[in-house]
């Protein structure tokens, strides 16, 4: 009876699941909600993402952002976290993402026997990417319409998304007839197009880094949170849609 009576007055805080804020790359949008909800039925807490472009979601917690976590689509923003004492010093590599070309499922264009060159098809109007400024993928787009000598070709027709989620949502939407996204994104349901995997010579790794917020109040549950991302069943998530591990792990 006294331990039912120390529950029930016990104050609401003290029962309350611990909460665990997750900055995440756009890119991660739908596995990152998978992987939560696993490790919410393992550990009890609650994982909130925020998701958007890495180089936002680092200006922010250079702020001062109540993250937790940050899982970037590079190994730059953490770096640069680090070096401000922004994050702890340790930075985990979770996966490697991909670049890929997305096309309308109704478009025409052959991007399987043509590649990259459909971007110059005289119905090609808009082409989507992420922003290069603080976008990763956007800085692989750019690379990569370099590597195929396009860049100046197309750099007028180029339309930029705050993210790579935004990128693909433009295509998708129908405000672009070509986008340069992330292969999680476009192995996502509920995506309508077709895709062609660029080659990933053509632009620089896609590594990307997960630090834990010096100002996390959370550190013992986000270790928890980070080394559950890199267990077997988090990385057959991540291997779905498109991700592969360091040093060419699937």
């Not at 922010?60 to 970037?72: H, M």
């Not at 070309?101 to 026997?113: C, K, V």
């Not at 370099?146 to 197309?154: A, C, D, T």
Request: overall charge positive; hydrophobic content about 50%; proline content about 6%.
């Amino acid at each position: 009876m006294a331990c039912l009576f120390l529950a029930l007055s016990a104050p609401a805080s003290a029962l309350a699941a611990p909460e665990l804020t997750v900055a995440a790359a756009a890119d991660l949008s739908v596995p990152l909600q998978q992987i939560a909800r696993a490790f919410e039925q393992q550990s009890g807490a609650k994982v909130r993402i925020s998701l958007g472009a890495s180089g936002n979601l680092a200006t922010q917690i250079e702020n001062g952002a109540p993250y937790d976590v940050f899982l970037s689509a590079d190994l730059d923003y953490p770096r640069k976290l680090i070096a401000a004492h922004a994050a702890d010093a340790e930075l985990r590599t979770y996966a490697v993402g991909r670049l890929v070309l997305w096309l309308p499922r109704q478009s025409s264009l052959d991007a399987e026997h043509r590649g990259m060159d459909v971007l110059l098809d005289p119905s090609v109007k808009k082409i989507a990417i992420a922003n290069p400024q603080h976008a990763p993928y956007g800085r692989a787009a750019m690379a990569a319409l370099r590597h195929f000598n396009l860049y100046e070709k197309v750099e007028t027709r180029l339309v930029l998304g705050e993210n790579v989620s935004q990128a693909a949502q433009f295509v998708d939407s129908g405000n672009a007839q070509a986008g340069l996204i992330a292969l999680a994104h476009a192995m996502a349901a509920g995506m309508s197009g077709r895709y062609w995997i660029v080659p990933m010579a053509a632009y620089p790794p896609l590594n990307q880094g997960a630090v834990i917020v010096s100002r996390s109040s959370q550190k013992q549950l986000a270790a928890r949170f980070l080394q559950f991302l890199r267990a077997p069943a988090s990385l057959e998530i991540l291997r779905r849609f498109g991700f592969s591990q360091p040093g060419g792990g699937d």
